[in-house]
């Protein structure tokens, strides 16, 4: 069966640095996700991207986040000077899109910032 | 804005049901779903209902919807060890975005 992969599954960085985490979504999606859910907290939209561009983003997602599907396969989310308040569990989604708009996860990427 | 709270732990003995209980705000829902997180595995989604029914029932899984309390629950009848996990519930509102609960952590004692 088709999955959505991540990685890497877990990235310790010190603040300031930049991180970027991959995603390879199920091919025959059209749109793509990144959620993020702090340690203890709500699973947390942060965009959503379809037909090679942002179409939906959140308030969290400012300045020090992109995202990029530079290829057509891999599907990217980068941060630019990390904070300590980043360390969370990211994760990928992608769907077909229609009504019913199921999404499909990968396992998440952990990332902690010291 | 929208919001969707969940209780955060429930225990239940092998064998017997589960009722998972979620509460949201927004009116304007349209799919109210459940996933499910397994240890190390990412969120999977589990079911859905519409936001025009009141009741689906998939095999062993049970969703109720009282729209006008705005509240969703989800039955696991006769819970077994395998269904330990965390379960989000969810809402979405025509196609924006997904708006999750924090979990609830299941534990099933065999």
């Known amino acids: 069966e088709p999955e959505v992969t991540q990685t890497p599954s877990h990235q310790v960085t010190q603040m300031g640095q930049e991180v970027i985490l991959r995603c390879v979504p199920i091919s025959n999606h059209l749109y793509f996700y990144w959620y993020r859910q702090i340690l203890g907290q709500k699973v947390e939209f942060l965009v959503s991207?379809?037909?090679?561009?942002?179409?939906?983003k959140s308030e969290i997602f400012d300045d020090q986040f992109s995202v990029e599907r530079p290829d057509g396969s891999n599907f990217t989310l980068k941060i630019r000077s990390t904070k300590l308040e980043d360390s969370a569990m990211y994760f990928c989604?992608?769907?077909?899109?229609?009504?019913?708009?199921?999404?499909?996860f990968g396992e998440g990427s952990r990332l902690t910032v010291l | 804005g929208e919001d969707v709270e969940q209780s955060l732990f429930l225990s239940v003995r092998e064998g017997d049901s589960s009722v998972i209980n979620c509460t949201y705000t927004?009116?304007?829902?349209?799919?109210l779903y459940w996933y499910k997180q397994e240890p190390g595995a990412g969120l999977q989604l589990l079911t859905y209902i519409f936001s025009n029914m009141d009741m689906k029932q998939d095999q062993r899984l049970t969703v109720l919807l009282n729209k006008k309390d705005k509240h969703l629950s989800l039955r696991i009848a006769d819970t077994q060890t395998g269904d330990s996990a965390i379960y989000f519930c969810?809402?979405?509102?025509?196609?924006?975005?997904?708006?999750f609960g924090k979990g609830t952590r299941l534990s099933v004692i065999a």
């Open positions: 927004d009116s304007s829902s349209t799919y």
């Open positions: 991207f379809y037909n090679n561009e942002i179409s939906e």
């Open positions: 989604a992608g769907s077909l899109g229609g009504n019913t708009g199921e999404l499909f």
């Open positions: 969810a809402e979405r509102a025509g196609n924006t975005p997904l708006v």
